[in-house]
């Protein structure tokens, strides 16, 4: 069983109740992609619920703002909501524009601060300075960096070696598969966000390949025959 802390990685209520019956989630993580999926129309009402639900688990909720001021007006706003949150903040905005300024501000008020959307290097080196004495999750998208062709690790591990304070917790984000999770354990990471389907496959470790070989056959059998398919 691996032991790398494990964040949920959704927005559906409902689901975040069945993945909080698993051992390994920790935490839970959102963005208003997975917000505007899962039908949320009302982002205030839909933190505070989550909040209520999950007291005791670290939740980051992010903000949607493109302009600094207002980002960081909504991020004071959002950690009013509830000692267990973290505010997701972009290391740059949609103009490619450095969030670092942001982010030490808030910081230095003692907001905890997840930054997402970290793909290279320099990112890192921008971020990892404006994190201050709060409590702060650095997100690699490693999965993203991977569908580019590029090895994630290089850059999570210099992540893992930049950091000057073990509170500034290290998260390979986007996960493309259940192999991600050990490997991101193998690296030293202290987090990783999963979908409900990685996190229901964790089950699978270890599991005997040549009965897996068996049971995929028979699958594919008994599709074939359910749906009456005939040569």
Known sequence: MVKISIYCDSADINEMHNMALHPQVKGYTTNPTLCRKAGVTNYRAFAQRAINSFPDYPLSLEVFADDFDEMEKQAREIASWGANVFVKIPAVNTKGVSAAPVISRLTQAGIKV??????????????????????????????RIADTGRNPVGVVNYALGSRTRT??????????????VYTAEGCGCDIITCTPEIIGKLKLE??????????TAKMFYDDAKAAGYSI
């Open 167 to 180: 509170y500034h917790e290290i998260l390979w984000a986007s996960p493309r598969q259940v192999l991600d």
């Open 206 to 215: 270890g599991k005997n390949l040549l009965e897996y070989s068996r049971q």
């Open 114 to 143: 997840n930054v997402t959307a970290i793909m290279c290097q320099a990112q890192i080196d921008d971020v990892l300075p404006s994190l201050g004495l709060a409590p702060a999750i650095v997100s690699i998208f490693a999965g």
